[in-house]
């Protein structure tokens, strides 16, 4: 593939807009949608992005849910709508440390020092569901649940167990795609 | 037939006449239109004043190596991955720590970047500090 033409500005066949083909190909070999940067013809992009930014929450005392407080896009001043809901990306961060966004996660543990042996379980194993979020055309907000079935015949929460009283701190990129299936 | 592409002078929608660049709007969508010179800015497709327009550097399936991708200087770029049921370290510390995280160091104008093996990932050009 030649690489010698890769932008048109104007007039391209019978339309009219602007395209961009990725490195190696060029317009004369007659690229489709898949060979380009960027096509003015499509609904939408990934790459304009409205908004970045980072989120926190913590849990309180032996609370099983929590939230981060709204975040709104705020691109008119006003906290007005966008008159869709966007796509929005999320990370956990700490530090250095980086994690996906998960909605479910499964354990095992040994408990070695039990103070009640008689009550507390040596081992503790289940799922929990902690963080997701709820994206509204104005603003969003991640709520986050900790939940454990600590070995026992009913769910429960034992605060002891976890190591969650720190802010946890959620990275977000908020993308403009949405508005092409909004109603 | 809709203005979608603005090359120049900005209108005062975009701008004013003191800014210049490129901005595309979106194509029509049955009756609604989109017109460059006037539209809402979440209904553009770019926009060369805004301070960022996300670009892939590096996406796949991690074999699990380092590599490194090219940042401004002491600044992170955002990453994002698949998720992983088996993920024990979602939130702090909790039981065994089986769960290796992605790593992301900087040093000067480079960060390396370390995936968990066969963890789906794209690392963007979006500053994220």
């Given amino acids: 593939m030649a690489d010698d033409e890769r932008v048109i500005l104007g007039k391209k066949g019978s339309d009219y807009g602007l395209w961009v083909t990725k490195t190696g190909v060029s317009f004369t070999d007659n690229p489709t949608t898949k060979d380009l940067l960027f096509d003015s013809n499509v609904a939408e992009t990934g790459g304009l992005v409205l908004k970045t930014g980072t989120t926190t929450f913590a849990f309180s005392g032996n609370q099983p849910n929590t939230s981060s407080s709204f975040v709104y896009y705020n691109l008119d001043g006003s906290n ?6 966007p796509m929005i990306l999320f990370a956990r961060v700490d530090g250095n440390n980086v994690y996906p966004f998960n ?3 499964q354990w095992n543990m040994e408990i070695p020092h039990p103070s009640n042996p008689a009550a507390d379980p040596g081992t503790s194993n289940g799922v929990m569901w902690d963080n997701y979020a709820q994206i509204y055309d104005d603003k969003f907000k991640i709520f986050a649940t900790r939940w454990m079935q600590a070995g026992m015949s009913s769910p429960t929460v034992q605060p002891s167990y976890f190591n969650t009283t720190d802010a946890i701190t959620i990275q977000y990129a908020v993308l403009a795609i949405g508005g092409a299936t909004a109603e | 037939m809709t203005k979608r592409v603005l090359l120049g002078q900005a209108t005062s929608k975009r701008g004013g006449n003191s800014v210049y660049g490129l901005w595309v709007s979106k194509p029509d969508e049955g009756s609604t239109t ?6 809402e800015d979440e209904d553009l497709l770019f926009d060369s004043t805004k301070p960022r327009h996300a670009q892939i550097l590096a996406s796949g399936t ?3 190596n ?19 049921t088996n993920d024990y370290n979602a939130f702090g510390t909790i039981g065994t720590n089986s769960s290796i995280p992605a790593t992301q160091t900087i040093s000067g104008n480079t960060a390396t970047i370390t995936i968990p093996n066969g963890v789906k990932y794209m690392v963007t050009n979006i500053e994220a500090d």
Avoid: A, D, P
């Fill in chain 1, 103 to 105: 909605t479910q996660h």
């Fill in chain 2, 62 to 64: 991690s074999n699990g």
């Fill in chain 1, 80 to 85: 007005g709508s966008l008159g869709y809901i």
């Fill in chain 2, 66 to 84: 380092s590599f490194t991708v090219e940042t401004k200087t002491n600044k992170r770029v955002m990453v994002f991955m698949g998720g992983n």
């Fill in chain 2, 34 to 39: 989109y017109n460059v010179e006037t539209c």
